[in-house]
């Protein structure tokens, strides 16, 4: 089976930088997936790793390690409307074969004035 | 291009009903992959649909089913309603480019 951790709550302050850390131990690793989901919404794509290292995309970057089985979420220059629950989904399964997403239970990130 | 399209919105069934949920993929995309989203749960996987094929299902019971169109529409199927049910499903749908999955609104369901 898959495991992915992530932590439940974090609290930031508008203007300042946070990192969301998520960790997974699965077998046919195929990408690792984050989205945001604001409350009562679904969620919404932010950025994909499948080969280590950093993915830059305006304030967001994330961050894959395979050999560790660790990503991070980095948010910078954080804004009220970044509060969310950030969730992290690992995708097994190889190209052109059955994909499935497993996902953590989300980090609900409170940013505060 | 219009996104992932959902109906209903919002349903209201009681226990032993049935429901069917649909969804409309993004135009050009052709997997559909169906998803539960519970407070105590988070989102867990239903099932996957790709040409019309179930590719991939999760660990729910058989009163859940779907199928795909040949126009990669998607529809799900809960049968006898339980109160657990209770839920927003969610479906989304992927393309080519890495696969990325694009979810739609959600149906929010509750089971009385």
């Known amino acids: 089976g898959q495991n992915i951790d992530q932590p439940t709550e974090m609290t930031a302050t508008e203007g300042a930088i946070v990192q969301i850390n998520c960790t997974y131990q699965?077998?046919?690793?195929?990408?690792l997936f984050w989205y945001q989901q604001h409350a009562g919404e679904a969620p919404t794509f932010l950025s994909y790793?499948?080969?280590?290292g950093l993915e830059e995309k305006g304030r967001f970057s994330s961050f894959l390690s395979r050999s560790k089985g660790y990503s991070y979420l980095l948010l910078k220059e954080l804004q009220m409307k970044d509060s969310a629950s950030y969730l992290c989904?690992?995708?097994?399964?190889?190209?052109?074969?059955?994909?499935?997403?497993?996902f953590g239970s989300g980090t609900q990130l409170t940013v505060l004035p | 291009k219009a996104g992932v399209t959902q109906t209903p919105r919002y349903l209201i069934k009681t226990r032993g009903q049935q429901v069917t949920l649909s969804c409309s993929p993004i135009?050009?995309?052709?997997?559909v992959s169906w998803y539960q989203q519970t407070p105590g749960q988070g989102l867990q996987f239903l099932f996957e649909?790709?040409?019309?094929?179930?590719?991939n299902k999760g660990n729910f019971p058989g009163r859940f089913s779907g199928r795909q169109f040949s126009n990669s529409r998607s529809e799900m199927n809960v049968s006898t309603l339980e109160l657990g049910d209770s839920a927003l499903y969610l479906c989304a749908s992927s393309g080519t480019a890495q696969e990325t999955q694009y979810f739609g609104p959600g149906t929010r369901l509750l089971v009385l």
């Open positions: 699965t077998s046919g690793f195929n990408g």
């Open positions: 135009s050009g995309h052709r997997s």
């Open positions: 649909y790709f040409s019309e094929t179930q590719r």
């Open positions: 790793n499948v080969l280590d």
């Open positions: 989904a690992v995708r097994k399964g190889s190209s052109g074969s059955a994909r499935q997403l497993t």
